[in-house]
């Protein structure tokens, strides 16, 4: 990894802030793990951030878990859906909530434990350098999966090199939901789609506005123990939204 906990020692006074979103549902199993290791990590850092939890509408014990663990964690707030929206609701809801708290960037992660939060000093590094968009990548030197099923690589590797072909943008993950954009930016888009086609729809968007570019080379790693898989749904429909942007001016 390329950044490191030394190398903001010194410059931590610095750093932009930011909020760190999390859509969440149905991930009662997860929840616990997932927040503890990220306010934990955030605890480490002295600029203004915080992690918003947006809970998707779960009907488990997610909401429930959230509250207790709010009232132990200071950086931890909680925005909630009473229906299940979908994901691309979802990532509105934290954009409109860190635009309206002032933050300069919003950073967002999946909360399936499939990323690790040390990664996030990769991307720190790149908000100092005042960076628009920020993306995460399994594909480029640095980058990697553990664990990941064939199909799922696949699918993966083939819409991204769609992507790549039409929309030409010096990204290699345009699906990876790991990512950090300037709240600005965000302000003023409308926004289509509600299930993980947004990802797609976002960089189209973001992209006619944003300047600069940069990318955070990770390893998602899905563990054996696992219940590192995201509750929001992938349907056929979402593969079809995804072409539609591919092809859309």
């Not at 793990?33 to 480490?44: D, Q």
């Not at 993966?156 to 790991?178: C, E, H, Q, R, V």
């Amino acid at each position: 990894m390329k950044g490191d906990k030394a190398k903001f020692k010194e410059k931590k006074f610095n750093l932009p802030s930011f909020c760190l979103v999390i859509p969440m549902y149905n991930e009662e199993k997860n929840v616990n793990e997932c927040v503890k290791s990220i306010c934990k990590f955030l605890n480490k850092l002295k600029n203004r951030c915080e992690l918003l939890v947006v809970d998707d509408g779960s009907n488990d014990n997610t909401l429930k878990k959230l509250i207790k663990l709010r009232d132990i964690h200071n950086n931890l707030n909680i925005e909630v859906h009473k229906l299940n929206m979908g994901y691309g609701v979802a990532n509105r809801t934290g954009s409109a909530y860190a635009y309206s708290a002032d933050y300069k960037y919003v950073l967002y992660m999946d909360s399936d434990l499939t990323q690790d939060p040390k990664y996030i000093y990769d991307f720190l590094s790149f908000m100092n350098k005042d960076i628009d968009l920020i993306k995460a990548t399994r594909y480029s030197p640095g980058g990697g999966t553990d664990g990941v099923k064939f199909q799922r690589k696949i699918i993966s590797l083939g819409g991204n090199f769609l992507a790549k072909i039409f929309m030409k943008l010096p990204i290699t993950d345009y699906t990876n939901g790991f990512r950090a954009i300037k709240t600005k930016l965000l302000k003023d888009i409308e926004f289509e789609e509600n299930n993980f086609a947004y990802l797609i729809e976002e960089v189209k968007k973001v992209s006619k506005l944003a300047k600069t570019y940069a990318e955070v080379p990770y390893t998602l790693k899905v563990r054996e123990d696992s219940h590192s898989k995201s509750k929001f749904i992938y349907s056929t429909s979402v593969y079809f939204s995804y072409l539609k942007w591919l092809f859309k001016e």
